[in-house]
């Protein structure tokens, strides 16, 4: 039986080695961007340590997020990470302390001008690789639950932690690229709707003026149904399915209206119901039911309602649409779920690094920018098939593999396992990044 290496040495020598030799490609790909450059020229922060401008630290905050470290304190190891530290191009990797100092530096004018470079460069990117005619905006929120005395924390909603202070976030993707559009981070004790409408003016105003309101739609769920928020969408010409809340009204209604079948035990009707204030206009709602099943889980969906036989949706919409269509057109809104799943767990939304409120949101404005590199790099250099996925599969694939930085022939040469699953796929991304097309013009959004 063959048996194991008996006898070693260990010597500490080796100076430009890395196990995320994959963010070579997020490196170059944000070279292609001109980010440093950008945030050089758009973003002045102030700074006491002069060994890093502003531009230097932002990075390596972006660069951590994705690689995973998911703590500040857990970046001490890239001090010792000479491949990466060549990578992100400084001499030596600022301390926890120099990070966290950096984020309480932030002042909010600053913060906003860092949310304007993220959009500027969202609308420079808009129409790669093909022009759109159409966006469908996904809106929830989300319980973060803190652990410790951080500014603006407290008590609401908390699903999972009872009793347990908290911030609210409230988020907005696209769905035909699962982009990250617009986030605002909140104190817990705020409801879903509270700031919405708000939120959703901002929303509009980073829409290009090539896409007509009249094809923008929405998607929500009850936390935002009521007039104020239906008056509104009737008013800017953008359509809408919202679920309905369980009020006795649209209970009663919804189980009275008249169905047809649209196949495995699945039937579809409609009705119009005024939830105005003192208008008599009636909006028009969509029930889409089907038989009870055995799975507990979706009958305590929020959304929903079942009577003896059958389990309701109920949509209020202003889409022509058939009820069925209008149904199958909400469904996919669930990948907000999956979305807001990542930003906890694969990115650090969950993860709160000071006690500082201004802070706080700095972070939360960094992580999101650096969400949206991944996405665009994604969509740009992958291939298709990796659109839909995780930041976890990108970095199982791509990010987390073990490179060496050496000198041959007077050229740099990023040394890779030679049994590595993904040599194809990591070239032809390579070559994607060095043969991008990005427009003429880069327009920071004033």
């Given at each position: 039986m063959p048996k194991g290496t008996r006898i070693v040495h260990f010597s500490f020598d080796e100076t430009h080695i890395t196990h995320f030799g994959g963010m070579w490609l997020i490196q170059r790909f944000c070279n292609k961007l001109k980010i440093r450059h950008l945030l050089k020229r758009y973003i002045q922060a102030p700074a006491r340590n002069s060994d890093?401008?502003?531009?230097?630290?932002?990075?390596?905050?972006?660069?951590?997020?994705?690689?995973?470290?998911?703590r500040i304190n857990k970046t001490e190891i890239l001090k010792y990470n000479g491949a990466f530290l060549e990578m992100l191009g400084i001499n030596r990797f600022p301390d926890q302390s120099t990070l966290?100092?950096?984020?309480?530096?932030?002042?909010?004018?600053?913060?906003?001008?860092?949310?304007?470079?993220?959009?500027?460069l969202r609308a420079y990117l808009f129409s790669l690789p093909a022009k759109r005619t159409t966006l469908i905006f996904d809106i929830d929120s989300v319980v973060v639950t803190i652990y410790g005395n951080q500014e603006k924390a407290k008590i609401g909603y908390n699903p999972k932690k009872h009793g347990r202070r908290s911030y609210h976030p409230l988020l907005c993707f696209e769905s035909h690229f699962q982009e990250f559009w617009h986030g605002s981070l909140r104190p817990g004790n705020v409801a879903s709707y509270t700031g919405a409408i708000s939120f959703i003016k901002t929303c509009l105003k980073k829409v290009p003026k090539t896409i007509a309101r009249s094809r923008i739609r929405f998607r929500m769920d009850p936390g935002y149904y009521g007039s104020p928020m239906i008056r509104f969408l009737e008013a800017i010409g953008c359509g809408y399915v919202i679920a309905a809340k369980q009020y006795p009204n649209i209970k009663r209604r919804a189980r009275t209206c008249k169905f047809h079948s649209v196949g495995c035990g699945w039937q579809a009707g409609e009705f119009r119901e005024p939830i105005f204030w003192k208008r008599k206009k009636k909006c028009r709602f969509v029930v889409v039911r089907h038989p009870v099943l055995e799975d507990p889980e979706e009958s305590r969906q929020p959304e929903l309602f079942k009577d003896k036989k059958y389990i309701y949706h109920v949509f209020v919409t202003n889409l022509t649409m058939s009820p069925w269509r209008v149904y199958l057109f909400y469904r996919p809104r669930a990948t907000i779920e999956k979305n807001i799943r990542e930003l906890l767990y694969d990115y650090p939304m969950g993860k709160i690094p000071t006690d500082s409120w201004i802070s706080n949101v700095a972070f939360f404005q960094i992580l999101l920018f650096a969400a949206d590199i991944v996405h665009w790099f994604k969509r740009l250099c992958l291939p298709k098939e990796?659109?839909?996925t995780t930041l976890e599969t990108i970095r199982t694939d791509f990010i987390v593999v073990p490179a060496k930085l050496v000198k041959k022939d007077r050229r740099n040469v990023v040394r890779l396992p030679h049994d590595y699953h993904y040599q194809k796929e990591f070239l032809?991304?390579?070559?994607?990044?060095?043969?991008?097309?990005l427009p003429p013009k880069f327009r920071f959004c004033k």
């Amino acid at each position: 039986m063959p048996k194991g290496t008996r006898i070693v040495h260990f010597s500490f020598d080796e100076t430009h080695i890395t196990h995320f030799g994959g963010m070579w490609l997020i490196q170059r790909f944000c070279n292609k961007l001109k980010i440093r450059h950008l945030l050089k020229r758009y973003i002045q922060a102030p700074a006491r340590n002069s060994d890093y401008h502003s531009s230097d630290l932002i990075l390596a905050l972006m660069f951590a997020v994705i690689m995973g470290l998911r703590r500040i304190n857990k970046t001490e190891i890239l001090k010792y990470n000479g491949a990466f530290l060549e990578m992100l191009g400084i001499n030596r990797f600022p301390d926890q302390s120099t990070l966290r100092r950096f984020l309480k530096r932030l002042s909010p004018e600053t913060i906003r001008r860092l949310g304007r470079l993220h959009d500027s460069l969202r609308a420079y990117l808009f129409s790669l690789p093909a022009k759109r005619t159409t966006l469908i905006f996904d809106i929830d929120s989300v319980v973060v639950t803190i652990y410790g005395n951080q500014e603006k924390a407290k008590i609401g909603y908390n699903p999972k932690k009872h009793g347990r202070r908290s911030y609210h976030p409230l988020l907005c993707f696209e769905s035909h690229f699962q982009e990250f559009w617009h986030g605002s981070l909140r104190p817990g004790n705020v409801a879903s709707y509270t700031g919405a409408i708000s939120f959703i003016k901002t929303c509009l105003k980073k829409v290009p003026k090539t896409i007509a309101r009249s094809r923008i739609r929405f998607r929500m769920d009850p936390g935002y149904y009521g007039s104020p928020m239906i008056r509104f969408l009737e008013a800017i010409g953008c359509g809408y399915v919202i679920a309905a809340k369980q009020y006795p009204n649209i209970k009663r209604r919804a189980r009275t209206c008249k169905f047809h079948s649209v196949g495995c035990g699945w039937q579809a009707g409609e009705f119009r119901e005024p939830i105005f204030w003192k208008r008599k206009k009636k909006c028009r709602f969509v029930v889409v039911r089907h038989p009870v099943l055995e799975d507990p889980e979706e009958s305590r969906q929020p959304e929903l309602f079942k009577d003896k036989k059958y389990i309701y949706h109920v949509f209020v919409t202003n889409l022509t649409m058939s009820p069925w269509r209008v149904y199958l057109f909400y469904r996919p809104r669930a990948t907000i779920e999956k979305n807001i799943r990542e930003l906890l767990y694969d990115y650090p939304m969950g993860k709160i690094p000071t006690d500082s409120w201004i802070s706080n949101v700095a972070f939360f404005q960094i992580l999101l920018f650096a969400a949206d590199i991944v996405h665009w790099f994604k969509r740009l250099c992958l291939p298709k098939e990796y659109l839909t996925t995780t930041l976890e599969t990108i970095r199982t694939d791509f990010i987390v593999v073990p490179a060496k930085l050496v000198k041959k022939d007077r050229r740099n040469v990023v040394r890779l396992p030679h049994d590595y699953h993904y040599q194809k796929e990591f070239l032809q991304a390579f070559q994607k990044i060095c043969n991008l097309r990005l427009p003429p013009k880069f327009r920071f959004c004033k």
